[in-house]
């Protein structure tokens, strides 16, 4: 079964820290680029961070540059969102999600994790 | 500009056909990938590229592109496609990945 597992998320002050991973199986996970994308309650969609495949370069939204990090595991077949100074606005539900670029050119974001929730709040 | 419209609210007649559209500058370069959310759901693919599906979307769902606008069609509205939808662009570099506000789908 295709699966994306989002851990990590729960309650934290502002200004904390938070970890959150993504455990893939039953997909192709180590040639893929991996991103985060987070919805704030009632909200839409708003892409977080990315990932190349190989691991070794991260884009980060304006909003969480210098405060969040990006990383894998291929071996492991794992993604993490490093999370300091957290705001009150980064409280939402965060996706991880596999981005797909087929031979067409085509950019999709597919599957998706069921999410993992962050509340900011004192 | 690197924002994305939607209408915030469109409704159907069940079996009628609705258009639901997506506006922005970066759809004249890259195409629109289109993402069903179903409430305490999380988002699942739709469509993508000039008219692509995933297996297991119905063919009721289709795409289109003209000039900066992207459309999703549903031809024959069932009451299980009431949900949000939300199209999302990706330029070639990645550093420019934007989403559109949504827009909530009512099937009457």
């Known amino acids: 079964e295709v699966q994306l597992v989002e851990s990590g998320g729960g309650l934290v002050q502002p200004g904390g820290s938070l970890r959150l991973s993504c455990a893939a199986s039953g997909i192709t996970f180590s040639t893929f680029r991996m991103h985060w994308v987070r919805q704030a309650p009632g909200k839409g969609l708003v892409w977080v961070s990315s990932?190349?495949?190989?691991?070794?370069?991260?884009n980060h939204a304006d909003s969480v540059k210098g405060r969040f990090t990006i990383s894998r595991d291929n071996a492991r077949k794992t993604l993490s969102l490093h999370m300091n100074n957290l705001r009150l606005e980064d409280t939402g539900v965060y996706y991880c999600t596999r981005g797909n670029w087929n031979t067409r050119g085509y950019k999709y974001f597919d599957p998706w994790g069921q999410g993992t929730q962050v509340i900011v709040s004192s | 500009s690197s924002e994305l419209t939607q209408d915030p609210a469109v409704s159907v007649a069940l079996g009628q056909t609705v258009r639901i559209t997506c506006q922005g500058d970066?759809?004249?370069?890259?195409?629109a990938s289109w993402y069903r959310q179903k409430p305490g759901q999380a988002p699942v693919l739709v469509l993508y590229g000039k008219n692509s599906r995933p297996s297991g979307i119905p063919d009721r769902f289709s795409g289109s592109t003209s000039g900066n606008t992207s459309s999703l069609t549903i031809t024959g509205a069932q009451a299980e496609d009431e949900a949000d939808y939300f199209c999302n662009s990706q330029d070639s570099s990645d550093s420019n990945v934007i989403f559109g506000g949504g827009t909530k789908l009512t099937v009457l």
């Open positions: 970066s759809l004249t370069k890259n195409y």
């Open positions: 990932i190349n495949s190989d691991g070794d370069s991260g």
